[in-house]
Structure formats: C-alpha cells, structure tokens
C-alpha cells in the first residue's frame, strides 16, 4: 500500500511539472494551448538524441531539454501564438489543435514510430525497501530522484510568482495590459518569457518522464486529457490547486491499475466528475480574479 502510494506521488508530481506551464498560460495569460504536450514530446526527443547519439549524461540533457523546448517556445511565441491572444478561445483551441497534430506527424516522418529508451546512470536505478508500522515501503531511486526535482520546482515557482517582481509584472500585465504598460512593464516581454519558461518545464516533464511514460510520437495526444484534468481539477489561479489534482491523479491512477486494472480509466474520470461538480472553478480557483 505504501509503495503503491509512494509510486503515485512520483507520478503526481511529474504530471505537475508536465502540466504546470499549461496552467500557467491559461491562467494567467488566458490563452488555451493545447499543444502543451508537444513541448513536453520536444523535450523528451532532446533527451534521446543527446543520450543515444551523443552520448550527453543523463543529468546534463535534463537543463538541455528545458533550454530547447524553452526556445521554441518563445520563437514560436513571437512568431505564431502572439496573434492569436485575442482571438477567440475556440480560434485558440483549433489552432494549438493543428499545432499538435503537425508536431505528432513530424516527429513521426524524423523519429520513426517506435518506442523510445534511454538509460538511465546506475545510482538511478534499483530501489529501497524499508519496513514500516505500516507496511513495506519500496522506493524507486528515479521515482525518488522526479520527486526531488519536482518538490524543488514546485517551491521555486510558488516563490517567482508569488513573491519576485516579475510575478507581479506578469498578474499586472493580465488584468490590465494598457495600465501594465503605462507603467513602464513591457507587456510582450513578460508574456514572451512566461510561455517560453512554461514550454521549457513542459520539456523538462518529458525529459524526466522518457522513462517512466513512455516516448513515441503520439506522446501529446496520449497525455492531453491528463493535462487538461489537472488544470481543470485543480484551477488556474495558484500553483497549489494544480499540484494538488496531479497528486490526486497520480495516485487514483496509479491505485486503481494495480488494484482494478480493467477500471483505472473509470476510477480517474469519476474523481474528476465529484471533483467538478463540488468545485466546478477547481480547487484553488477564485472566482473573478487571477493571481
């Protein structure tokens, strides 16, 4: 039970930092994209290419793949997101949609549709089991290494937004962007470096979660709707409510594969239904405002 439950916050956590960006721009900067996960495939292929070809370390091509989605992010930002910030919300959906779909086929025309692996260092790899009042308590080294990574993101990114002045500039620049400007911020500039930063921890979860996940070509739409139950479950008005759904997530998904496989999918879908319809704005949300 612990160990399922151990495997469950591993998993959580990942989701978060796969879908933390998503929340992000949704959030705060209004903007639907649903080719989040196709930053997050970017990252993942980053990772292969450098460990396979390359022969780059594991913990180096970490930093690499949130530097690579990071810049495509921001070049596609400039270039092709920008325009679409004021249309309507179902202009955004369509487009990030196509996005997808041409990301999807050309990571499948350069890479092939076959399953990715990448080998992990040794001190990753095994695990630890320890006897506890309540039970055997197996830990994976790398499910122990993703909570780590993610635990110390989560707390860093609590602390940009909430505390640093550019989290302040970016809420200034999404309730007002005409006052936000008059006052001296640079609107683009913000949103340019938000996208860019969400895009590259999309890339750093796919990084991370090569093992664990999975990697072929049809990683973003696969992983999509697991996207969308975070940012929906837990809002998009704090970090907290997005961290708080993906543990919820991880662990329902990962207990009710081991314990009724043929009912995962269910047990998963029914805790995002409760979930909604005690608190259909998320868990976190406010209703009338954004931080």
């Known amino acids: 039970m612990l160990t399922i439950l151990f495997d469950g916050i591993a998993y959580g956590m990942l989701l978060f930092v796969l879908a933390v ?21 970017v ?54 949609i196509g996005l997808t779909f041409m990301a999807v086929a050309a990571m499948d025309y350069f890479m092939g549709s076959s399953q990715q692996i990448i080998q992990l260092p040794a001190y990753l790899k095994g695990r630890s089991e ?39 500039r970016l809420r200034a620049a999404v309730d007002d962007q005409r006052v936000a400007a008059g006052l001296g911020i640079n609107v683009n500039i913000v949103f340019l470096s938000t996208f860019a930063v969400g895009s590259g921890l999309a890339g750093l979860g796919g990084a991370l979660g090569t093992e664990v996940l999975g990697l072929d070509p049809t990683f973003p739409l ?37 314990y009724v496989p043929k009912l995962g999918g269910f047990i998963v879908y029914s805790l995002m239904i409760a979930i909604l319809i005690w608190r259909p704005h998320g868990l976190f949300s406010r209703l009338g405002g954004k931080s």
Do not use: W
């Open 21 to 41: 960006g998503l929340a992000v721009t949704m959030g705060l900067m209004n903007f639907i994209n649903l080719a989040h996960g196709a930053f997050a495939m």
């Open 43 to 96: 990252g993942g292929y980053t990772t292969v290419l450098l460990m396979q070809r390359l022969q780059v370390p594991f913990l180096v091509c970490l930093p690499l793949a949130f530097l690579v989605s990071g810049l495509l992010g921001a070049v596609l930002e400039r270039t092709l997101y920008r325009p679409m910030y004021r249309r309507p919300h179902l202009d955004q959906v369509l487009f990030s």
């Open 130 to 168: 320890f006897d506890t009042p309540l039970g055997l308590l197996g830990m994976g080294h790398y499910r122990l290494f993703i909570i780590a990574v993610c635990a110390a993101l989560t707390v860093a990114l609590q602390f940009i937004l909430a505390r640093t002045r550019f989290g302040s």
């Open 222 to 258: 696969k992983f999509m709707i697991y996207f969308l139950i975070v940012v929906a479950v837990g809002g998009t008005s704090s970090i907290t409510g997005p961290l708080l759904a993906a543990l919820l997530l991880g662990i329902a998904d990962v207990a009710g594969k081991y």
